[in-house]
């Protein structure tokens, strides 16, 4: 008996003159006084569930059938016949059930067939998948991932794979996790009385990256169009809808590239994820227009059809300083611009994304190109409504005296990045490249608020559930 799933069968590609197997787990169960039980079946293969009738005929319909509750998994054999009912195109004749496995108590099983709050789904973090929203969410994590991955190919860019343990800090920010295998109530001592790091597992202070991009920088060196996507950790003590400890982060790195072209295919990827969305999730971008985020197609289409809006960020500054609007953190040229200032400027000003550019050198990291003017450097953000910064970037120095200079200035040691400093040394090109962060992404594509709900195990400060 030939298997198929949820999607396989509503999408007619079931046969019509034989019997088939579908399985999965109930969403509801409803009977009706003919005798006849009514099951909807989700796998999560796509958003849709199917409707099972099964007759009160069946040997297991009294010991089996009518114990079935939301959760309870089982596969059925039947016709699959065009459905009487309006919303759905087929449904199953059931000749027979097979239960798998049935919920112990149904009534305290977390996973109700009704609206729950994400915190407490949070708190559920092993069952949450089963919901509506979080299989929505996943499938268009999947989309929007492997959508990232076409676009690159497409483009002929490679994907290389940087490590997770590194033993530097690309953002120099400070926010590194520390791994070590040192028992640390029991340390070796150096002569100041610190762990003695030389005698860990790899011999010296090791940590999870912050971002792949100084590594994958080598790659652009010789393969000239090549991108991460991976994993990534920020030791940052920060409880915000936006910010999560662990989380993904796609940074392509292109040889021969500058600021502007950076900037140019930052935006064509994400018109070209918010298009393969749109193409390949609509049933899942239905719900989260409807129950999750009025207007958020319209959002994307928006998006996809005008070009983006650029600006450098002393224009910005401007602009925050003459707006009228009250800040809680006030803006002058050299600050970093916080979430309240991003937020306005893709919200109230521009009413779309905004491209800021050409940042002060002084609140950004070491690596970013030194611009004509000695104060500014070739860095871009790409802020989105509702969310703020979801991309980083910026043209690289590649020439070795300035960027030498600026480690100085930054008090950085030269040693430790004399492998960065030699592709200034051999061979060395202009460059370009940014950071999107998977989740920000996911959340605006989305319209799901935030980022902790959509990656499957978020990690936050205090927050390391399994
Ligand atoms: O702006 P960031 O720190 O840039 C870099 O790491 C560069 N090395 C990227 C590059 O040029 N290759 O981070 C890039 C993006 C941010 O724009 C944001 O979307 C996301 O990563 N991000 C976070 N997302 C979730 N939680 C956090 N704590 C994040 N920190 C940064
Ligand atoms: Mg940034």
């Given at each position: 008996m030939a298997t198929f799933s949820v999607k396989e069968v509503l999408n007619g590609k079931a046969p019509s003159d034989t019997s088939v197997t579908v399985q999965g787990w109930v969403r509801t169960r409803r009977d009706s006084k003919a005798g006849v039980s009514f099951l909807a079946l989700t796998d999560g293969s796509c958003f849709g569930t199917l409707q099972i009738v099964v007759p009160n005929t069946l040997g297991n319909y009294e010991s089996e059938i009518l114990h079935l509750t939301a959760g309870a998994s089982f596969s059925a054999t039947g016709m699959v016949v065009p459905s009487q009912g309006g919303g759905q195109s087929f449904e199953m004749q059931a000749e027979s059930v097979q239960v798998f496995g049935l919920v112990e108590d149904p009534d305290t099983y977390p996973i109700q067939p009704k609206p729950h709050s994400m915190e407490f789904l949070r708190e559920n973090a092993h069952l949450r998948a089963r919901t509506n929203i979080m299989g929505a969410v996943a499938r268009t994590r999947h989309s929007i991932a492997q959508a990232i991955h076409r676009f690159f190919h497409e483009q002929d860019f490679y994907w290389v794979n940087t490590p997770i343990l590194t033993a530097s800090d690309c953002e120099g920010a400070g926010e590194m996790f520390r791994v070590s295998t040192l028992d640390m109530m029991n340390f070796p001592k150096t002569p100041e009385g610190k762990p003695d790091f030389s005698k860990d597992f790899f011999g010296k202070e090791t940590f999870l990256t912050v971002s792949g991009q100084l590594n994958v920088e080598t790659y652009c060196m010789a393969l000239s169009k090549v991108y991460t996507f991976g994993p990534t950790f920020r030791a940052e003590n920060s409880n915000t809808s936006r910010h999560l400890a662990e989380f993904w982060m796609i940074e392509p790195e292109v040889a021969f590239a500058d600021l502007k072209q950076n900037a140019d295919l930052a935006e064509a990827m994400l018109k070209y994820v918010f298009t393969a969305v749109l193409n390949e999730r609509g049933d899942d971008m239905a719900f989260f227009e409807e129950r999750v985020e009025k207007g958020v197609i319209a959002k994307l289409e928006n998006m996809i059809a005008k070009p983006f809006v650029r600006m450098d960020y002393t224009e910005a500054v401007n602009i925050l300083q003459n707006c009228g609007q009250k800040f809680e953190y006030p803006v002058a040229w050299g600050t970093d611009l916080q979430s309240e200032h991003e937020r306005y400027l893709a919200e109230k000003h521009v009413g779309g994304p905004v491209v800021l550019q050409n940042?002060?050198?002084?609140?950004?990291?070491?690596y970013m190109r030194m611009n004509d003017d000695g104060k500014t450097v070739a860095a871009m953000d790409i802020l989105a409504p509702g969310i703020g910064e979801i991309i980083g970037g910026s043209q690289r120095e590649e020439r070795l005296d300035v960027l030498d200079a600026r480690m100085e200035e930054v008090g950085l040691a030269k040693e430790p990045y004399y492998w960065y400093r030699d592709l200034r040394r051999y061979g060395t090109v202009p460059h370009a490249g940014f950071g999107l962060g998977f989740e920000r992404a996911v959340s605006y594509i989305t319209g799901v608020g935030n980022v902790r709900d959509v990656i499957p195990f978020p990690r936050t400060p205090g927050n390391v559930r399994f």
């Amino acid at each position: 008996m030939a298997t198929f799933s949820v999607k396989e069968v509503l999408n007619g590609k079931a046969p019509s003159d034989t019997s088939v197997t579908v399985q999965g787990w109930v969403r509801t169960r409803r009977d009706s006084k003919a005798g006849v039980s009514f099951l909807a079946l989700t796998d999560g293969s796509c958003f849709g569930t199917l409707q099972i009738v099964v007759p009160n005929t069946l040997g297991n319909y009294e010991s089996e059938i009518l114990h079935l509750t939301a959760g309870a998994s089982f596969s059925a054999t039947g016709m699959v016949v065009p459905s009487q009912g309006g919303g759905q195109s087929f449904e199953m004749q059931a000749e027979s059930v097979q239960v798998f496995g049935l919920v112990e108590d149904p009534d305290t099983y977390p996973i109700q067939p009704k609206p729950h709050s994400m915190e407490f789904l949070r708190e559920n973090a092993h069952l949450r998948a089963r919901t509506n929203i979080m299989g929505a969410v996943a499938r268009t994590r999947h989309s929007i991932a492997q959508a990232i991955h076409r676009f690159f190919h497409e483009q002929d860019f490679y994907w290389v794979n940087t490590p997770i343990l590194t033993a530097s800090d690309c953002e120099g920010a400070g926010e590194m996790f520390r791994v070590s295998t040192l028992d640390m109530m029991n340390f070796p001592k150096t002569p100041e009385g610190k762990p003695d790091f030389s005698k860990d597992f790899f011999g010296k202070e090791t940590f999870l990256t912050v971002s792949g991009q100084l590594n994958v920088e080598t790659y652009c060196m010789a393969l000239s169009k090549v991108y991460t996507f991976g994993p990534t950790f920020r030791a940052e003590n920060s409880n915000t809808s936006r910010h999560l400890a662990e989380f993904w982060m796609i940074e392509p790195e292109v040889a021969f590239a500058d600021l502007k072209q950076n900037a140019d295919l930052a935006e064509a990827m994400l018109k070209y994820v918010f298009t393969a969305v749109l193409n390949e999730r609509g049933d899942d971008m239905a719900f989260f227009e409807e129950r999750v985020e009025k207007g958020v197609i319209a959002k994307l289409e928006n998006m996809i059809a005008k070009p983006f809006v650029r600006m450098d960020y002393t224009e910005a500054v401007n602009i925050l300083q003459n707006c009228g609007q009250k800040f809680e953190y006030p803006v002058a040229w050299g600050t970093d611009l916080q979430s309240e200032h991003e937020r306005y400027l893709a919200e109230k000003h521009v009413g779309g994304p905004v491209v800021l550019q050409n940042y002060p050198k002084d609140i950004k990291s070491f690596y970013m190109r030194m611009n004509d003017d000695g104060k500014t450097v070739a860095a871009m953000d790409i802020l989105a409504p509702g969310i703020g910064e979801i991309i980083g970037g910026s043209q690289r120095e590649e020439r070795l005296d300035v960027l030498d200079a600026r480690m100085e200035e930054v008090g950085l040691a030269k040693e430790p990045y004399y492998w960065y400093r030699d592709l200034r040394r051999y061979g060395t090109v202009p460059h370009a490249g940014f950071g999107l962060g998977f989740e920000r992404a996911v959340s605006y594509i989305t319209g799901v608020g935030n980022v902790r709900d959509v990656i499957p195990f978020p990690r936050t400060p205090g927050n390391v559930r399994f």
